[in-house]
C-alpha cells in the first residue's frame, strides 16, 4: 500500500469511526434519556419506590411520636427514636415501633407504662365564686368556671375534685395527670378546711358527733376537726377532712338534719385563700406543686 492509501486509510478511518461513535452513541443516549424522560413524566418526575404495608395505627395527623415524648421531658427526639424501637412506648395501648408514627395530643401515650404529657405542666388556683358550674352546664345561661380558667391558661386542664354550683373556694386545674389523679384517689386524700354555713346553729351534741367522725352509706367519714367560729353565730362552723368523696360535707350535716346554706373550701393540701380574691387565680409555686406531689 502506498504511503498516501495508509495516510488515507487513517484518515478515512479515524473519520468514520469518530462519526460512527457520535452518530451510534449520540442516537443511542438520545433513546435512552428520552425513554427516561417519558416515564419521569409520566410519573410526575417521582422515583419509584416500592410499596411498603402500613402500620393499622399510621396516621397522617398530629405531631411525631418522637417530638411528642421529647416534649414531655423524658428524653431527647433521638434517644426517643431508640426507646421506641426498642418496644417502650405504647400507644393508647398498643405498642408502636415504627420512626415517624404520628399521634395526637389526646392519644394515651405511654413510655414503660408512665402516661406522658406533651404540654409544659400547669397548676392554677381558682377561688372559685358561687354560681360557677364546674364539670358542666345544665343549666341555660349557666356559667362554668372554664371561663375563668381561659383568662388563665390555653392549655387543656381539668379540675381537681369538685365544688358544687353554690359552693365557692379553692378549685385546682392542672393537664398535669399523674398529680391529678393521685389527689383524686380516696385512699390517699387531701387536707381540706370547709367554712359551713348552715339553716340553723348547730348543737353541742351534733357537733360532738361529728368530731367522732360520720357514718355514710355505712362507711365512717373520719373527720380531722370541727368546731364553731369564733364571734360568728352556731350556725358557722369550721369542719376539717381528708375525704374527696362528692358533696361530703353537704352530706354529713344533712344525716344529722341540717341543710347547707353557704360552703366555702378555705384551705386545699398546704393551699390558701391568701392573697387571692373571689372569682381570681394564680399560678402555684413550684415549692407548692412539690408539697401536693407529698401528699
Same mark, same amino acid.
Do not use: W
Given at each position: 500500500?502506498?504511503?498516501?492509501?495508509?495516510?488515507?486509510?487513517?484518515?478515512?478511518?479515524?473519520?468514520? /469511526?469518530?462519526?460512527?461513535?457520535?452518530?451510534? !452513541?449520540?442516537?443511542?443516549?438520545?433513546?435512552?434519556? /428520552?425513554?427516561?424522560?417519558?416515564?419521569?413524566?409520566?410519573?410526575?418526575?417521582?422515583?419509584?419506590? &416500592?410499596?411498603?404495608? +402500613?402500620?393499622?395505627?399510621?396516621?397522617?395527623? /398530629?405531631?411525631?411520636?418522637?417530638?411528642?415524648?421529647?416534649?414531655?421531658?423524658?428524653?431527647?427526639?433521638? =434517644?426517643?427514636?431508640?426507646?421506641?424501637?426498642?418496644?417502650?412506648?405504647?400507644?393508647?395501648?398498643?405498642?408502636?415501633?415504627?420512626?415517624?408514627?404520628?399521634?395526637?395530643?389526646?392519644?394515651?401515650?405511654?413510655?414503660?407504662?408512665?402516661?406522658?404529657?406533651? *404540654?409544659? &405542666?400547669? $397548676?392554677?388556683?381558682?377561688?372559685?365564686?358561687? /354560681?360557677?358550674?364546674?364539670?358542666?352546664? &345544665? *343549666?341555660?345561661?349557666?356559667?362554668?368556671?372554664?371561663?375563668?380558667?381561659?383568662?388563665?391558661?390555653?392549655?387543656?386542664?381539668?379540675?381537681? !375534685?369538685?365544688?358544687?354550683?353554690?359552693?365557692?373556694?379553692?378549685?385546682?386545674?392542672?393537664?398535669?395527670?399523674?398529680?391529678?389523679?393521685?389527689?383524686?384517689?380516696?385512699?390517699?386524700?387531701?387536707?381540706?378546711?370547709?367554712?359551713?354555713? #348552715?339553716?340553723?346553729?348547730?348543737?353541742?351534741?351534733?357537733?360532738?358527733?361529728? +368530731?367522732?367522725?360520720? $357514718? #355514710?352509706?355505712?362507711?365512717?367519714?373520719?373527720?380531722?376537726?370541727?368546731?364553731?367560729?369564733? =364571734?360568728?353565730?352556731?350556725? *358557722?362552723?369550721?369542719?376539717? #377532712? $381528708?375525704?374527696?368523696?362528692?358533696?361530703?360535707?353537704?352530706?354529713?350535716?344533712?344525716?344529722? !338534719? $341540717?341543710?347547707?346554706?353557704?360552703?366555702?373550701?378555705?384551705?386545699?393540701?398546704?393551699?390558701?385563700?391568701?392573697?387571692?380574691?373571689?372569682?381570681?387565680?394564680?399560678?402555684?409555686?413550684? +415549692?407548692?406543686?412539690?408539697?401536693?406531689?407529698?401528699?
Amino acid at each position: 500500500m502506498s504511503r498516501h492509501d495508509r495516510s488515507s486509510g487513517r484518515k478515512t478511518n479515524k473519520d468514520t /469511526g469518530s462519526r460512527s461513535d457520535r452518530s451510534s !452513541g449520540g442516537k443511542q443516549s438520545g433513546r435512552q434519556g /428520552g425513554g427516561i424522560r417519558k416515564k419521569s413524566q409520566a410519573r410526575g418526575n417521582a422515583p419509584i419506590k &416500592p410499596k411498603m404495608e +402500613q402500620s393499622p395505627l399510621t396516621n397522617t395527623e /398530629g405531631i411525631r411520636l418522637n417530638k411528642y415524648i421529647a416534649n414531655s421531658g423524658v428524653c431527647s427526639r433521638r =434517644d426517643a427514636d431508640m426507646y421506641i424501637a426498642a418496644g417502650n412506648v405504647t400507644v393508647n395501648g398498643k405498642s408502636v415501633t415504627e420512626m415517624g408514627y404520628r399521634v395526637k395530643l389526646e392519644d394515651d401515650v405511654r413510655f414503660d407504662g408512665r402516661r406522658l404529657n406533651p *404540654e409544659k &405542666p400547669e $397548676y392554677i388556683l381558682i377561688n372559685k365564686p358561687a /354560681g360557677f358550674f364546674v364539670t358542666g352546664n &345544665p *343549666e341555660k345561661g349557666g356559667r362554668t368556671v372554664m371561663e375563668l380558667v381561659a383568662r388563665a391558661t390555653k392549655a387543656k386542664v381539668s379540675p381537681v !375534685g369538685k365544688l358544687d354550683n353554690q359552693a365557692k373556694g379553692l378549685l385546682l386545674f392542672t393537664n398535669d395527670g399523674t398529680l391529678a389523679k393521685k389527689l383524686a384517689k380516696p385512699k390517699n386524700g387531701i387536707r381540706q378546711i370547709y367554712h359551713v354555713a #348552715l339553716n340553723k346553729n348547730l348543737t353541742k351534741e351534733d357537733l360532738e358527733n361529728i +368530731q367522732k367522725g360520720v $357514718y #355514710l352509706e355505712g362507711s365512717k367519714v373520719i373527720i380531722t376537726n370541727v368546731s364553731f367560729i369564733d =364571734d360568728k353565730p352556731h350556725n *358557722e362552723v369550721g369542719i376539717e #377532712l $381528708y375525704s374527696i368523696k362528692e358533696h361530703i360535707v353537704t352530706r354529713i350535716f344533712k344525716s344529722l !338534719g $341540717y341543710e347547707v346554706e353557704s360552703l366555702d373550701r378555705v384551705v386545699f393540701g398546704g393551699l390558701t385563700k391568701k392573697d387571692l380574691p373571689r372569682g381570681r387565680f394564680r399560678n402555684l409555686t413550684q +415549692q407548692e406543686v412539690i408539697n401536693l406531689g407529698m401528699h
